[in-house]
């Protein structure tokens, strides 16, 4: 799938707002910091003119079924079972990053409270004059911290795009790889394609979708929501039936303790702090 790619090709299909390069990064992960073992997740970045929208492909894919099936359910008049989309993927972020520096956050705490908040990460890169090839693509090594880690890129001038997974841009040349000093995160660029989409087809979650606004709050208290919902996972579900239900509270705790050891499961983020 990997394909070398020419400045003259990059610099034709950036300069057209209704195209968009995808950039696929496989994602190697620590879920637990307390384990050896690792996770893998396909990612991808869409790149237009002036933006960028980067976000996991089983999110991408998940969004794009569940938005379909609700609305062949609406157009047969039919109700919409949501329990086989009742366990969506764990990493389901959007990260619509501005040329300016500027992003904006996007992500779903539980199943639907949708949030999203506004940062410049601003980060400091410190370019080094090592140079590797990774692939087909001649790399040199920049670092920066970021989020409590210190990471390593490796960016390639061939590509002249200043972007990277996640929240890491800036650079003269695109993120091929990218990790942390204790390789809890390594992202690797496995390949790219070219779309004949807007870059707007892939900024919606399906919440948004279905017309239920994202919040926009703070960072801080995005994070705080969050930790919040790990301690308490069914908090708000069970304050909204009857205690009274002894069935019915039963089963609300059974799903709270398979919640509880769901997140406890990923409890190493990309930030720490």
Do not use: C
Not at 177 to 190: Q, R, T, V, Y
Not at 222 to 250: H, T, V
């Amino acid at each position: 799938m990997k394909k070398l790619l020419t400045i003259t090709f990059l610099v034709t299909l950036t300069s057209v707002n209704s195209q968009v390069h995808r950039f696929y990064y496989e994602l190697t992960y620590k879920p637990n910091k307390d384990s050896v073992k690792t996770e893998k997740e396909m990612m991808v970045l869409d790149v237009a003119k002036d933006e960028s929208v980067f976000l996991p492909y089983k999110q991408l894919q998940y969004d794009s079924l569940l938005t379909a099936s609700i609305k062949k359910q609406k157009e047969l008049g039919s109700s919409f079972d949501m329990s086989k989309f009742a366990n969506p993927p764990h990493l389901g972020f959007r990260i619509i990053k501005l040329k300016s520096g500027n992003l904006n956050y996007k992500d779903i705490v539980g199943v639907s409270e949708n949030y999203n908040y506004n940062e410049n990460p601003d980060l400091k890169w410190e370019i080094s004059s090592d140079k590797e090839k990774i692939g087909s693509y001649n790399v040199q090594k920049a670092t920066t911290d970021y989020g409590g880690r210190s990471w390593t890129a490796w960016f390639t001038s061939e590509i002249p795009i200043q972007d990277g997974p996640y929240k890491f841009s800036g650079l003269p040349g695109l993120i091929v790889k990218m990790e942390d000093s204790g390789k809890n995160f390594i992202w690797n660029l496995e390949g790219n394609k070219k779309l004949k989409q807007n870059i707007n087809s892939n900024k919606l979650n399906y919440l948004e979708e279905q017309g239920m606004i994202s919040k926009k709050i703070t960072k801080k208290a995005f994070l705080k929501r969050q930790q919040e919902y790990s301690n308490n996972p069914m908090g708000q579900m069970m304050q909204m039936f009857d205690e009274k239900d002894a069935i019915l509270m039963k089963k609300l705790k059974e799903e709270e303790t398979r919640l509880k050891k769901q997140i406890s499961s990923y409890n190493n983020p990309i930030e720490i702090n």
